[in-house]
C-alpha cells in the first residue's frame, strides 16, 4: 500500500513538472495514463530485483493472517494474495495492459494511446495475458486440491 501511495505521489510530481511540454496531441487522460504506466512499469522492474525480500516479507505477512480470527479477512487478503501473485507472473507489458483494461477500464483504443504502442499490439498483449492468467490460475487451483 505504501509503495502504491509513493508510486501515485511521484506521478503527481512528475505530472506536474511535464505540465509544459504537453503538446495536446491526445487527451490529457491519456497523456497521464502514459505517465504514470512509465511509472509503475519502471517500479516494478525495480521491485523485481528486490523479488526474494517480497516474497519472504509475503511469506511472512501469510503467517500473520494464519492467527487472525477473522476468516472474512482472511479470506479476502488471500484473494488478494493471489491476484497480486498473478500479476506478478506477467511481464511488465501485459500487465500494463490488463490493469489499464480489466481495473481502469479503458478502451483499446485509450490503451493504445496510453503505451504508445499499435492496437494490435494492445490485443496480442491481452491475449497472451489473459490465456497466461487462466493457465496460472487453474494450476493455483488443482495446487490447493
Do not use: H
Request: charged letters at 35%; hydrophobic letters at 35%; a positive charge.
Amino acid at each position: 500500500m505504501d509503495e502504491a501511495q509513493e508510486v501515485t505521489q511521484e506521478v503527481f510530481l512528475a505530472v506536474y513538472r511535464k505540465l509544459k511540454s504537453f503538446m495536446f496531441k491526445s487527451s490529457f487522460k491519456t497523456w497521464v495514463y502514459r505517465i504514470a504506466v512509465n511509472m509503475a512499469i519502471d517500479y516494478a522492474r525495480k521491485m523485481s530485483k528486490e523479488k526474494d525480500y517480497t516474497a519472504r516479507y509475503e511469506e511472512t505477512d501469510g503467517l500473520n493472517n494464519a492467527i487472525d480470527p477473522l476468516g472474512e479477512k482472511i479470506e479476502r487478503e488471500q484473494q488478494e494474495k493471489n491476484i497480486s501473485t498473478l500479476l506478478k507472473a506477467l511481464s511488465p507489458d501485459q500487465r500494463a495492459c490488463i490493469v489499464l483494461r480489466s481495473i481502469e477500464g479503458l478502451s483499446y483504443q485509450e490503451i493504445s494511446e496510453s503505451l504508445d504502442i499499435n492496437i494490435n499490439t494492445v490485443r496480442s498483449r491481452l491475449k497472451r495475458a489473459r490465456e497466461k492468467l487462466i493457465a496460472l490460475r487453474k494450476e493455483m487451483v488443482k495446487n490447493e486440491m
